[in-house]
């Protein structure tokens, strides 16, 4: 008997010490799949797919003009990167560049290239940046659809009316056989990269514009649709794709190019050529320091990869395949 107790004992002790031996193992199994986060261990986020799952925020602002085709590929970006927060604001070109230059933002969206002082800031503020050309756009001067007097307008007339110190009150001042009736102006603000182009290539000097109380400036592109769908004699400019989006209730004017041919702001103008000088390249400018993040890695690569097929879809006139190519090369 004593024996038979005996051999019950120790059965029983080598059953306890080969379970506590499995939790063991299954213990050590579990933690090294874990990865170390301040100190406790937490097991790192993947899809179902096995791969490491982005996540983070991706701080955007800048061009309103640029705005629409950004948030198209933030918004194709999140369907499949769903825990990656990519806001976008729309405080105008510069005004982007200044956060920018601040550190306050990952990516700035620009109507224009970088200014040489802002470029000479940036680098005072220890930021590199990548700078990358998305599409292209056309600026459209803009009327009420009651206008029944204007169809065409020259660089020239345009300059008589936007230059400092404008003596322009009413359409008959530009033209004799227009109506002698006040013209509305309704302008992008000081912040816009619309404002300087269309400043530089109309008065011959970015931020040259006559500043009275006959033009409202905005900042919002939207505003300015409002305020010439509004009043009969509005007048004013902004880009192409806005137009776009609000057609019904406004009209183009054609602009007269250096050929001497009156030309409508329309997707086939732009890519030609023809519609000049009203017409430019749009960007966006990357802090190398985010592009190292994964998220903001992806994020740029697939606008890349998309901007063609979503540009088309916002108003905007696609790369051609060899711009397309020198953007990509960029991020390399």
Sequence with gaps: MLKKGLMILLITATVSMLAACGQSNDQANQGAGNTETNGQSSAAPS???GETKLSGQIEIDGSSTVFPLTEAVAEEFSKEHSDVRVPVGVSGTGGGF??????ETDISNASRPIKDEEAEA???AGIEYIELMVAYDGLAVIVNPQNDWVDQMTVEELNAIFKPESTVVNWSDVRPEWPNEKINIFSPGADSGTFDYFTEAVNGKAQASRNDDQVSFSEDDNALVQGIAGNKNGLGYFGLAYFEENQDKLRTVAIVNEGGTAVEPTV???????YTPLSRPLFIYVKKSSYDRPEVK??????VDHAAELASE???????DDKLAETKAKLK
């Excluded at 200044?98 to 550190?103: D, L, M, S, V, W």
């Design 268 to 274: 086939e103008t732009v890519r030609d050529g023809s």
């Design 122 to 124: 940036a680098k005072a």
């Design 298 to 303: 992806e994020f740029v690569n697939f606008f």
């Design 314 to 320: 916002v108003g905007y006139v696609p790369l051609p």
């Design 47 to 49: 899809n179902s797919a």
């Design 98 to 103: 200044k956060r920018f230059i601040a550190g």
